[in-house]
């Protein structure tokens, strides 16, 4: 069962864009994070938020929690080729971790 | 500091045959977890322990056993391979349990079953 569910699946943008990423579900998770995977490698957390309504900002990375805690955002600001990879939603319940689907990002120079 | 390491890399089996992915945290970590990345559906637990002699199953546990004997180490174990388990499985660790620690995760094993 697939908890949480990214859209886009994949985006292509130019340098200097702005995108939105989100991350959807029907339950209600205890916190959210969000996971930047390169290839060859493992998921590296970017943020965790905890609290319905809470907004984190990364550098140009912004990160908003849903105020019923079921759902997420991630925007990018000015996205540069060094943005690009598989960005990963992960909602928290007991002592699991649900990763969404994922979304591929391309940022071209 | 070496993080989450597993081994191997990459490995191909033959439909039937058994095998162990290991999996070694130096971080005293005590929540330690399985997961396999396919295309298009993200990651899925498959096994996670909460700590040494503590184990409990994920989202998609057949096929795949574990065990924890000490708190470094949680391999899983493939007891007869099928094609089905093709995929690249993500061995990670968290200082805490709960879902607010940060997840490390290793560099992956890609596994192909003919």
């Known amino acids: 069962t697939q908890l949480l569910e990214q859209s886009p699946q994949f985006l292509s943008i130019q340098e200097g864009e702005n995108l939105t990423v989100y991350c959807n579900s029907s339950?209600?998770?205890?916190?959210l994070q969000w996971y930047r995977q390169e290839p060859g490698e493992g998921p590296v957390l970017l943020v965790t938020?905890?609290?319905?309504?809470e907004v984190k900002k990364l550098k140009r990375l912004t990160f908003q929690f849903g105020d019923a805690r079921k759902d997420s955002s991630l925007h990018i600001t000015a996205a540069q080729p060094g943005d690009t990879g598989l960005y990963l939603c992960a909602g928290g319940a007991g002592n699991q971790f649900y990763f969404g689907t994922g979304t591929s990002l391309t940022v071209i120079p | 500091n070496a993080g989450v390491t597993q081994t191997p890399k990459f490995q191909v089996l033959k439909t039937g045959q058994s095998m162990t992915l290991q999996c070694a945290q130096d971080?005293?970590?005590?929540?330690m977890s399985w997961y396999r990345q396919d295309p298009g559906m993200g990651l899925r637990l498959i096994h996670y322990s909460v700590g040494a002699g503590i184990t409990d199953q994920g989202e998609v546990p057949n096929g795949y056993n574990v065990s924890r004997s000490t708190t470094e180490d949680f391999p899983l174990r493939l007891l007869s391979a099928a094609p089905s388990q093709t995929s690249v499985y993500f061995c990670?660790?968290?200082?805490?349990?709960?879902?607010?620690?940060?997840?490390?995760f290793g560099e992956g094993s890609r596994l192909t079953v003919l």
């Open positions: 938020v905890v609290t319905g309504g």
């Open positions: 990670a660790s968290s200082q805490v349990g709960g879902t607010t620690g940060e997840l490390f």
């Open positions: 339950s209600v998770f205890s916190s």
């Open positions: 971080m005293n970590h005590e929540y």
